[in-house]
């Protein structure tokens, strides 16, 4: 379908240059090389460095307890709440994150009953450029997205706090997915032209948050607010 976008729009700009023309020239161009670099990815079979990153609707390693044991399981980056219908998907595109102020709104069903851990070491997130830059977005010739890698300075790994669910229905698979919850960012993400960030919650509360009370919320809101502060470095992706 590209080769013949890129070959209508070729044969268009060789009668007469267009707006329009060159264009769908280059849009093609892109889609084409964007197509073939994930063709030669899946003959791929030494591991790069990109393969552990996650994107919403990837499966990802998710802590959990089970039977009183802390387990891991392959979860989807994007959380189906139990009982919602299954294009509760695309209605909500983006409920991979659960933000802290909705956990007693949207996220009731989960907040208190099913609580996750993903552990990572670095963080990745679409900035406008000219956020980034710190001017204003007519300096660009369009609003610019970017990817900007954040990683604790440390170079500690983070917990990050998650809520999960098991969604079900009749004649569909099981679907095991989860969102990561986060909050207002620390001074230097906001810095880099973001504004939320993950919650890495510390080591010594793990077992209390995946063992949460739903009758005890406030403890699990304190688990929160007792966060790893970590300084987040940040640069552009590779």
């Not at 003959?43 to 390693?61: C, L, M, N, V, W």
């Not at 890698?149 to 917990?159: A, I, K, Q, T, V």
């Not at 004649?171 to 919650?199: K, N, Q």
């Not at 009758?215 to 304190?222: E, G, H, I, K, Q």
Request: glycine content about 4%; some cysteine.
């Amino acid at each position: 379908k590209q080769r013949k976008r890129l070959a209508d729009a070729e044969r268009s700009l060789e009668t007469k240059v267009t707006k329009a023309a060159t264009e769908s020239q280059r849009i093609a161009t892109d889609k084409i090389a964007w197509t073939r670099s994930k063709l030669d990815d899946i003959q791929r079979t030494e591991p790069k460095a990109r393969d552990s990153r996650i994107f919403p609707g990837h499966y990802a390693p998710v802590m959990v307890i089970e039977d009183g044991q802390r387990v891991v399981k392959p979860m989807r980056y994007q959380c189906r709440i139990a009982g919602k219908p299954a294009f509760f998907d695309a209605k909500y595109p983006g409920t991979y994150n659960a933000r802290r102020d909705s956990l007693k709104g949207f996220w009731k069903p989960l907040f208190g009953y099913t609580h996750g851990v993903m552990l990572v070491d670095v963080f990745y997130e679409n900035v406008s450029k000219a956020k980034m830059e710190g001017t204003l977005s007519e300096s660009h010739e369009r609003d610019e997205n970017v990817v900007l890698e954040f990683r604790p300075s440390n170079g500690e790994l983070m917990h990050v706090a998650c809520l999960w669910s098991r969604w079900s229905a009749p004649g569909e698979r099981d679907l095991l997915s989860f969102a990561a919850i986060t909050d207002e960012p620390p001074p230097e993400v906001a810095a880099a032209g973001h504004d939320r960030c993950i919650i890495p919650i510390k080591p010594e509360n793990i077992d209390a948050w995946l063992n949460p009370d739903a009758s005890d919320l406030a403890a699990m809101y304190a688990i929160l607010d007792d966060r790893d502060r970590p300084f987040y470095e940040h640069r552009l992706a590779a």
